[in-house]
Each structure stands twice: as C-alpha cells, then as structure tokens.
C-alpha cells in the first residue's frame, strides 16, 4: 500500500460505517465526517517533514545599506535572507573585497544621482569567486575569480551581476588589487588617452595625486615616453607620490598651485584632470596651453563635513565653469567631462580599456596601490579616513566578518578617539586662550601711551 492510497481506503470505511448506521437507526443525525481529512493531515505530515527547506528560503548574506542620507552612520551593516534569483546572462559573485570611491561619499549625502534613493546597497566595484552562472552565460563559470564594475550594489557578500560587467583576474593578482583597479584606472585610462590623447613631451596637472585616481593616471602617465607629471598633495604625502612618478609635487594647502605650476611651465599644461569643480575648474581652463585639454570628472568640493554642507554646494555652483563656443574657438583649447557612472551602458568601450589595463598590469606598468583594508563593520572609519584625506591609495572593504577580538577592541579604540578630540579641542582653546593674552599684552603699552598723552592733551 502506498502512502497515497491510504487516506483513501481510511475515507472509505468510514463512509461504509456512515451507511450502516444510518440503515439501522434512520432518525439519527448522521455522525460528523471530519475525522477523515484529520487522518488524512495525519498521513501527510510525516511526508512534509520529511522535505528539504529550500535554500532560497534559508540562505543569508551581509550587505551594508545606505538607510538615509546623512553622516557616516547612516550606512549600516545588514542580514539580507532569501538567494538573489539569476537571470539569463548573470552571474551570481561571492564577493571578497569592494572598493571605496569618492562617489559613494558624496552617495551618502545625496550628491550622486547614480544612486537609487535609499534604502539601497552601495558599491560601484568588487572582487570575488562566481558562484553559480545563470542561462546564455558562456563566457564564465563557477570557480572563476573575477572583478566586477556595476552602478551599485556591490558592497555585500554575494552580488548578481551581468557577466559582461565581470573581468577575469590575472595571475597573482589579489582580491584587494583586483577590487582597486576597475573605476580607477578606467578612470583615470579613459580621459588620459580617449580624451587626453597623451602623447610623449606633454606636460599633465593631477589633481588629488595621492588618491586612487591620482596614483592611477600617475602610473598610466609613465607608459608614455617623457611625461611631465605636476600633482597636487599635502605635503606628508610628497615623498610617496614623487616615488611613483609626480614630476613636481605641489603642497596645495599651503602654495597656490597656479603660481607653482607657472613658476615651472610658464605656457602651462596640455592636460589637466579635474575632479574639484567650481572655481578651481576656472583656474584650470586659465592654466591651459593653446591646444590643452582639461578633462573635469568631479565636483569634490562639493563635500564639506559629514553631511551635506549647503553653503559648499551653493558656493560651488555658484563658481560654476561656464564657457562660450567663441572663446573655445579663440583659445585653441577643449573642455571634456568624463563620468564613468554614466557610462553604464557602453560596456563594449569600457571591456576595451580594461583589456588594455590588465595588458599593462600583467606587463609590470600598472599596480593598484592599497592604502588600507577595513571590514564591513568598519565601514564609518573607512569613508572618514578617505573623507578627511588621510589615505594615499585605494581603501579596501573586506567581507570577512571581523574577529571576536578585534569586536571587543573597537569600542577601546572609539573611546580613543573621543579623548584625543578632546585633547585637540583642549589645545586649540589653550591656544585661543594664549593668543587673548598676547593681543592684551601687545594692547596695555598702548593704552599707557594713551594715557600719558591724555595730560599732555588737556595742557594743550
């Protein structure tokens, strides 16, 4: 007898049962039927049991989600349940280390259109395994390590993409360097050369040289014969930058990187990249030879702070670089805008300067720079780090969850921070302080001065 025929003949015998009685005792209510279907639930759950929950139903995965716009704490580290569903031509990706772009912190305050509005799942580059291909993909397959470009989405620990948004990893390239090198150097490749046309003997301004694209174009800059690199920095980052190609290093917080550069090239540049904006994009059409080329792809002095500084977005739209045709035509110059997020749909382009890229990484000429590798959990300390301009290179995101130990540290390490605030705050009210008491020092003389001459007036 099978499990199925079962709750059949139990139903039979009862009705059998059913027709007697009522035979014998005809004015009797007829007895009520619903013991059947019991037994038949009865019959049934062994089997239900018995069945597997799908693993769509109990896989989960970390992901941080940008829940608001606002301050460092507004991204946060979540568990998503449910396996992403793959489409024709997408790949399902175990992610190993993402990287952080100025476009995610300028995301987080809501000055970066590329980005759905929250709740949302940032990320616009990432590394990791294929863990499973869906219909039509030919090109990769399970085991393949990759780096991923998307418009978002790839801050988390499983990512499905479309396979042509995937590149192979060459041999004895790391997670980390593979999560560095895709909006960079693609970046930095695309207006220096698709743009740029740079050629040998010319003379190139980058902005922000100790940055991820900054390292970038400087290295792109020296697979061309006899480049002249100027790049802007704060001072402490001179000697790393002039190590890896900046001709000039130039303390922009402390000179006017015009006069520097004038002081120099008294013509000024062929190329400059211009991730500022604003008045600094001004200065930078003004600094051009006849036949340059500036190549703005940022508005970075737009952030200003934690959240979004009104006063640093008005101020830099106010400056905002405009320009008659006329005046092109007469200066003998151009003006290109680069944004690779825009440039989402033209992967054909952008797989021909990766190919390129990897070309020259497998060559020697190119190599992500890290500067430093944070965990999920450490997202705030990694966009403060990059925000506040400490970083020289690419800062990395790793998935794997942070030890217990290190969990136990960072409340330590918070409570660190707050003391030394503290005591930085405490040093500029000192300062203040001490600065009060030399203006009254330099005041009483002349107040004596004052009071001597008072008589002297009166004799008068």
């Not at 606002?70 to 793959?86: E, H, M, N, S, T």
């Not at 174009?217 to 020296?222: D, P, V």
């Not at 008294?266 to 994009?281: F, Q």
């Amino acid at each position: 007898m099978s499990g199925e025929d079962a709750p059949a003949e139990q139903q039979n015998a009862v009705d059998q049962k059913q027709e007697t009685k009522a035979a014998e005792e005809p004015k009797a209510e007829p007895p009520k039927t619903e013991p059947a279907p019991a037994a038949a639930e009865a019959t049934a759950t062994p089997a239900a049991a018995t069945e597997k929950v799908p693993e769509e139903d109990t896989f989960t995965y970390r992901a941080l989600v940008l829940t608001g716009y606002g301050g460092y704490d507004k991204v946060k580290l979540q568990v998503k349940k449910g396996k992403p569903a793959l489409k024709a031509g997408e790949v399902l990706v175990r992610v190993k280390a993402c990287g952080l772009n100025f476009a995610d912190l300028m995301a987080r305050q809501g000055l970066y259109d590329r980005l759905p509005s929250p709740p949302v799942t940032p990320g616009m580059e990432c590394s990791g395994v294929v863990e499973a291909v869906g219909e039509e993909v030919t090109d990769r397959k399970v085991g393949d390590k990759v780096m991923v470009l998307n418009r978002f989405g790839l801050w988390q620990e499983v990512a499905v993409v479309p396979s042509t948004h995937t590149f192979l990893i060459p041999e004895g390239m790391s997670f980390e360097e593979a999560a560095a090198l895709p909006v960079n150097y693609i970046t930095a490749y695309m207006m220096l050369f698709d743009f740029g046309n740079l050629r040998p003997n010319q003379s190139v301004l980058i902005h922000a040289a100790a940055g991820g694209v900054g390292i970038a174009a400087t290295q792109l800059c020296k697979t061309v014969k006899d480049v002249t690199v100027f790049g802007t920095a704060s001072a402490s980052k001179h000697e790393t930058i002039s190590e890896g190609g900046v001709t000039h290093p130039i303390d922009y917080r402390t000179k006017d990187y015009v006069e520097e550069v004038r002081k120099i090239s008294p013509k000024g540049m062929d190329i400059i990249l211009d991730p500022l904006g604003g008045s600094d994009t001004h200065k930078a059409y003004n600094l051009l030879k006849p036949m340059g080329k500036l190549i703005t792809y940022g508005t970075s002095n737009m952030l200003a702070g934690q959240k979004k500084n009104l006063l640093a977005v008005a101020k830099n739209w106010y400056h905002q670089f405009s320009i008659h045709t006329l005046s092109l035509i007469q200066g003998n110059k151009s003006v290109c805008g680069f944004h690779l997020g825009y440039l989402d749909g033209e992967m054909e382009l952008i797989t021909q300067a990766m190919n390129t890229i990897l070309d020259l990484y497998k060559e020697g000429k190119v190599k992500p720079r890290i500067d430093s590798t944070w965990h999920l959990e450490q997202v705030g300390d990694a966009m403060r780090k990059m925000q506040e301009r400490n970083n020289i290179g690419k800062v990395i995101l790793n998935t794997e969850p942070m030890p217990e130990e290190e969990k136990k540290e960072e409340p330590k390490k918070e409570d660190k921070k707050k003391e030394d605030k503290k005591k930085d705050d405490k040093k500029k009210d000192d300062g203040k302080k001490e600065e009060k008491k030399d203006d009254k020092k330099k005041e009483e003389p002349k107040k004596e001065e004052e009071k001597k001459e008072e008589p002297n007036k009166e004799e008068k």
